[in-house]
């Protein structure tokens, strides 16, 4: 379970912008959205090949300059 540490003299908006980032980056909000709706396997097949696609092609560049 994500959690952040208000610290002294933070703002609530402050923290609750850091405890989104947080669960951001540890990819929950993408987890939810996902399981929030029935994906049939071959949706699920092309999403994946694209993500891997986009991957390959991110490195290709990285790459390159």
């Known amino acids: 379970m994500a959690g952040v540490k208000v ?3 933070e703002s609530f908006e402050h923290a609750l912008r850091r405890f989104k980032k947080l669960c951001e980056r540890e990819g929950r909000l993408s987890e939810y959205k996902r399981h929030q ?4 396997p ?5 999403r994946k090949l694209l993500a891997a ?3 390959a092609l991110k490195k290709m560049a990285q790459r390159a300059s």
């Open 42 to 46: 071959s949706d699920r097949r092309k």
């Open 7 to 9: 610290r002294d003299n």
């Open 53 to 55: 696609r986009r991957k």
């Open 37 to 40: 709706h029935f994906e049939k």
